[in-house]
């Protein structure tokens, strides 16, 4: 984690303080939680044990050392609790501070003014997040990429002669219609009065299933029943 932070150095943040806060940190942050920034405090006179304030994606810790820097105190605040954030620029230094929305005030003086505004710049932009998700969540939407994909082309055959694609069940009627009035007309000499009948039935169930016309029925009725 250090290397991750070796570019707060070069604000003016004290190495030392840094190291123990980054190496204690490492137990305090939560899942998907990350350091945004890490501002230290720099009195005038020699600061042994400066208080440190350091902003994550999720919160705000204040860290302050105690019993000579062998222990230290950390106060958080998650975003959702804060009100707002205030800097104030001061010949010495900088002040930040935030209120909650518990009516608390929290401030850290003395911080360099640098430092100061950019914890201020990132905990504006995280207040303006958690009140604006929607817009947060459009500037995570990763737009898929358009991949042209080949087609491959498939050859058809042109259709020249479109009675070759036609139904043929009209044909097959009328075929059928004269095959029967065909054998009708050599047969109906030697066929019984029952044949002549039963020839007369059939007629009636090609015309049922629609294989031949009410005309041509009526025509082969007539016929088989003058021969009766």
Do not use: H
Not at 13 to 23: H, M, R, Y
Not at 176 to 186: D, L, P, R
Not at 203 to 211: F, I, V
């Amino acid at each position: 984690m250090i290397d991750n932070l070796k570019k707060f150095l070069n604000e003016e943040q004290d190495p030392k303080a840094i190291e123990k806060i980054t190496s204690k940190l490492n137990d305090l942050l939560m899942k998907n939680e990350e350091i945004g920034y890490i501002a230290v405090q720099k009195k005038p006179a020699i600061t042994v044990f400066p208080d440190s304030i350091v902003v994550t994606n999720k919160r705000i810790i204040i860290c302050q050392p105690k019993n000579m820097g062998l222990s230290m105190n950390f106060t958080d605040f998650t975003w959702d609790e804060v009100e707002g954030t205030f800097m104030k620029e001061n010949i010495l230094g900088s002040e930040f501070s935030f209120s909650t929305k518990t009516q608390l005030q929290v401030s850290i003086d003395y911080i360099p003014k640098i430092q100061a505004r950019k914890i201020s710049t990132y905990a504006k932009e995280q207040l303006d997040l958690l009140k604006n998700p929607v817009v947060a969540e459009e500037a995570n939407i990763q737009v898929p990429e358009y991949i042209q994909e080949d087609i491959e082309e498939i050859e058809t055959e042109e259709v020249v002669n479109y009675a070759e694609i036609m139904p043929v069940v009209s044909n097959y009627a009328e075929s059928t219609a004269e095959n029967t009035a065909t054998s009708t007309e050599k047969l109906s000499n030697e066929l019984t009065q029952d044949e002549l009948f039963t020839k007369l039935q059939n007629y009636k169930k090609l015309l049922d299933n629609g294989l031949i016309l009410q005309g041509e029925y009526d025509a082969l009725k007539k016929e088989i029943l003058s021969l009766m």
